[in-house]
Structures are given as C-alpha cells and as structure tokens.
C-alpha cells in the first residue's frame, strides 16, 4: 500500500492549503499528522472509514477539514486561517483495518500505513 501526500509549499499566515494523499482503494479510516521542526510527530485530523465522523487536534480544529473522494480514491486536508505555528511536515496514514466505520483513531499505532510527508512552512 502507497500513500502519496502533495499540495504542500510555502504560503503567508491567514492564507488557505489544501493537501491531498492518494490513497488506493483502502477502505480504512485516514488521518493526518504532523511534525514540526524539533518536535515529536501529532495527530491533526481524521476521517472515519466511511467518512460520516472526524476528529481534529484541538490546535486545528475550526480551520482544518478533512475529506475524502472515494472516486478519486484521494483524502484531502483542508487548511484555513493558517498560522506559523502550522508550520511542520504533514503526513497522511492509512489506519489498521477495523470493522468499526465509525472509527476515529488518534494514535499513531492505530496506524499501518504511511505516506512520505509534504512540507508546509507559514511565514508571519
């Protein structure tokens, strides 16, 4: 299973993001994490497997979403209002196969795939 995250770069604060992974066709819960320079790697957002609940970090919550378009088999972050502290390398994840569809992992364990990270940086 490949994950492929993009839609990354370099952008002013208070502008808009929007990445994307591709995923295949996983029928799994997708989440998003991040890990700014020095820092240890965090949840930000998640997306149920059938995609009717999610999580978000309390640190993105009211400006990130989260998506999915299962024809395109693609997950996408949203990001809004960004702040320099968003500032970090995103990584999408594919959660451990679970018959819960309401499932909404935080935790990296409850991951078992992953995607190369796409750097964002917001400049004040």
């Known amino acids: 299973v490949q994950l492929q995250a993009s839609g990354g770069g370099s952008v002013q604060a208070g502008d808009s993001l929007r990445l994307s992974c591709s995923a295949g066709a996983l029928n799994r819960a997708m989440g998003w994490f991040r890990q700014a320079p020095g820092k240890e790697r965090e949840f930000v957002a998640v997306?149920?497997?059938?995609?009717?609940?999610?999580s978000f970090s309390d640190s993105v919550k009211g400006r990130f979403t989260i998506s999915r378009d299962n024809a395109k088999n693609t997950v996408y972050l949203q990001m809004n209002t960004l702040k320099p502290e968003d500032t970090a390398v995103y990584y999408c994840?594919?959660?451990?196969?679970?018959?819960?569809?309401?499932?909404?992992?935080?935790?990296?364990?409850?991951?078992?795939?992953w995607g190369h990270g796409t750097l964002v940086t917001v400049s004040s």
């Open positions: 994840a594919a959660a451990s196969a679970n018959p819960q569809s309401h499932w909404t992992p935080v935790r990296e364990s409850s991951y078992a795939y």
């Open positions: 997306l149920s497997r059938l995609g009717m609940r999610t």
